[in-house]
């Protein structure tokens, strides 16, 4: 019974957001996009588009078709663009400037500027904080946009078209699309990013209802040009940092999306989605194998996601919308109703019955076929590999471990292709604060434990 009244909290939960999310890609946002491009063709007010582009230790045959995707989206937009290009080693500046000229030849007509920006590899965060200065020069009005594109990202090309007319709508902040992933090579970890972009859509399109989505992915993401520019908003994307009670000040290294996401949260802008706007990113897998690859990868996204949605739940509800702020809630509450069911499954077949462990397991996976037939069937697909329920579930099960690991050491970041660090602390403090984290984490699984023991009647 304990089983099921959980598994009926998270199963209406999914209904509720697919729900919302069919409405919205077949209703609400179709008429929300007609609206906007009737306002931007009935204003006629110019809108310039600037690509502020990053690129660090990326190849030569990914950045290629990344920049020429930006040049070809910049050639076409109605009204001009600039390109800020921010790089740090002298090779990628070459091969842009050859890309940059050869675009010009096919298209000499097109008012299309080039910025490079050569700078040293302190770090993301400065690189976008430096270029956002170089844009602010520009002068941009509340007309104008910047799109943030990942160094391994290609955009669509009429991604300035399809998203300029939306921040007609004062109300708008920032906007996010959907996402493909090229990946080569078949396997595990191609089904996984597959899988996830599938099920990011879903979520995306249920959040998108409310206009307010739960990240600003910094794959690809658009912004109105004055926000974008704001000394405050350059400030946080540049040194963001949250004050803990156990661990003191932790600087922020990696999650400049979200922290661009918390500025027009807490401002009061809306944040919307397009999810028939695509970009198409070029992803590696950082380590040999795929449990690796994906322990890394979820340390540094779950990382992100916990550091900065515990201050967005002090916002108030009434200003971010009370479906967006339960939502971020969830995030949180999550992670215990995930790993509540195989705690009390594998503890009745240890003291009760063992048939109760097959019995859960054969009820998961198959719970995780439909939810899977599902998610795949809202993207029109009508087939999925076989390995996607087994992903589904090691998404949940064993991201819900990582996330309630980072969730006591928020100060424990790393770059995928960067090695870095939250900053230098003494070998002694370093000890005491890692001690500290395990007796927090392991107190926390304790009291679930046993909380859950004393629901259950098993005491």
């Known amino acids: 019974m304990v089983v099921g009244a959980l598994g009926l909290w998270r199963y209406s939960w999914a209904a509720i957001n697919y729900t919302r999310a069919i409405w919205f890609r077949r209703v609400a946002h179709p008429r929300r996009r007609a609206r906007a491009e009737q306002r931007f063709a009935k204003a006629g007010t110019p ?12 190849e030569p045959e990914v950045t290629m078709p990344v920049y020429r995707s930006v040049f070809k989206a910049a050639e076409i ?23 940059f000229a050869a675009s010009r030849i096919c298209n000499p007509d097109a008012d299309v500027e080039l910025i490079l920006d050569r700078i040293p590899g302190t ?16 002068a941009p009005t509340a007309h104008d946009i910047v799109i943030f594109v990942d160094g391994d990202s290609c955009v669509p090309q009429d991604l300035v ?19 493909a992933v090229d990946i080569p090579k078949p396997g595990l970890f191609r089904d996984w990013f597959s899988l996830r972009f599938d099920q ?3 979520m995306m399109c249920s959040m998108g209802l409310s206009k307010r989505v739960l990240t600003l992915t910094g794959r690809m993401s658009v912004f109105r040009a004055s926000l974008a520019t704001d000394p405050d908003f350059i400030s946080m994307v540049q040194s963001d940092f ?23 949260m807490r401002e009061g802008y809306q944040m919307i989605y397009l999810p028939d706007v695509q970009s198409l990113s070029a992803e590696t897998q950082p380590k040999p194998g795929f449990f690796d690859s994906a322990s890394v990868l979820m340390v540094r996204w779950f990382g992100n996601m916990m550091r900065t949605n515990g201050r967005a739940l002090q916002l108030p509800p009434s200003r971010i919308g009370y479906f967006t702020w339960w939502s971020i809630l969830d995030q949180r509450v999550s992670i215990w109703t995930t790993l509540s069911g195989p705690i009390l499954a594998l503890t009745a077949a240890l003291i009760f019955d063992l048939s109760v462990l097959p019995a859960y397991i054969a009820w998961v996976m198959l719970t995780r076929y439909f939810f899977v037939w599902a998610i795949t069937l809202f993207r ?16 949940q099960l064993f991201g819900a471990l990582v996330k309630s690991y980072v969730c006591f050491r928020l100060d424990r970041q790393r770059w995928t292709r960067q090695s870095s660090s939250s900053g230098p602390r003494p070998s002694f403090a370093q000890r005491v604060s890692a001690a500290g984290s395990l007796h927090m984490h392991a107190l926390t699984i304790g009291w679930l434990t046993l909380g859950l023991f004393w629901f259950a009647g098993m005491f």
């Open 77 to 99: 937009a109605r009204d001009g663009a600039t390109i800020v290009a921010s790089v740090v080693d002298g090779s990628d500046e070459r091969l842009i400037r050859q890309l």
């Open 380 to 395: 029109g697909r009508a087939g999925f590999p076989i390995t996607y329920p087994f992903l589904l579930y090691f998404g």
């Open 242 to 264: 949250i004050e803990h009670w156990r661990l003191g000040r932790v600087n922020f290294l990696t999650g400049d999306d979200k922290s661009t996401w918390f500025w027009l």
């Open 200 to 202: 990011r859509q879903v």
């Open 47 to 58: 809108s310039r588009a600037f690509f502020l582009v990053t690129s660090y230790k990326i």
């Open 123 to 138: 770090g993301k965060r400065d690189a976008l904080a430096r270029s956002l200065q170089l844009i602010a020069r520009q």
């Open 161 to 179: 078209a399809r998203a300029a007319p939306v921040f007609t709508d004062p109300k708008v902040g920032a906007l996010t699309t959907d996402e």
